[in-house]
């Protein structure tokens, strides 16, 4: 139906370099300013050897959230993740930790009450924070079609993602003008869109996200 075969799924080499620090705006569904993301990735070596650290900090009016995600560092399938939530003095945290088809979670409420829960998934999940940045991995191009695992730990939710470039468009953030893939993220029950820059390091450009309405649109990179 003109939708296109998905190709299988191959990440490329990192396009980002060590220590690259890139902030976007955020605004919520009704265009309101609700405030800013820092995307940190960090090269780091641990008992798995080479690795990525992604870590997204999302801040708005009194709330802050953290999600640290260490992945191989080829092909950057998760290896333990941590969601930490803090407002009015409160914290909560889910750490998340994958081995071969499973990924065991601990997660700690405001009231300091802990649980644990077991989760089988996919060894070719990725983690579904990550899914943005790793777009820029992938080689987009026109009518480009994958489809590709993803997992949230706070939900324990597993998706299949069908990823399609839509076209090209030049696209106006406050870091300036960019050529970029307009990419659909196709959940089923929800389409996010992301627009990657067309040019190295393949820049996250912007991002909508396709259940809570947020947008994110870079206003710097270094």
Known sequence: CGQGTPQPLLFGSAPWPDGERSTYTLTN???????????????????NGEAWQLVRTITAVGSQETMTITMDAAGFRPQASQLERANAGARETVDAVYTSGQVDMTLTTRQNIMTVQRE?????ARETVALPMLLRS??????YVTQINTFLPVAAQLERIT??????????????????WAVELDAGDAQSKAWIAQDAPFLLVKYI???NKATLELSGVE
Request: hydrophobic share 35%; no cysteine; aromatic share 4%.
């Open 29 to 47: 569904a009704d265009g309101q300013q609700a405030g800013s993301a820092i995307y940190a990735l960090d090269g780091v070596a641990n008992a």
């Open 120 to 124: 089988q998934v996919p060894s070719d």
């Open 138 to 143: 992938l080689p987009l191009a026109k009518g």
């Open 163 to 180: 990823v399609r470039v839509t076209g090209e468009e030049t696209v106006q953030v406050p870091a300036g003008s960019f050529r970029t």
């Open 209 to 211: 996200d396709g259940r």
